[in-house]
């Protein structure tokens, strides 16, 4: 969540929101994975936890 707080703390919060959700769309994964699968196998948070870190709950719950 570090590096996504600095891209928003630059301002760069939309663009990041945006290219993260393009990325889980073309490899195709799921987007809100089941918590104990992620958390042994993602090496980073699913989508939908990285939208509401970024401060953007109106694209998370498009997603879920």
Request: proline share 8%.
């Amino acid at each position: 969540f570090q590096a996504d707080a600095f891209s928003r703390d630059l301002g760069y919060g939309e663009q990041l929101a945006s290219c993260l959700i393009k990325l889980q769309i073309e490899n195709k994964a799921t987007m809100n994975p089941d918590p104990l699968y992620s958390a042994f196998t993602y090496s980073h948070p699913p989508l939908v936890e990285r939208l509401d870190a970024l401060g953007n709950p109106h694209l998370a719950s498009k997603d879920e």
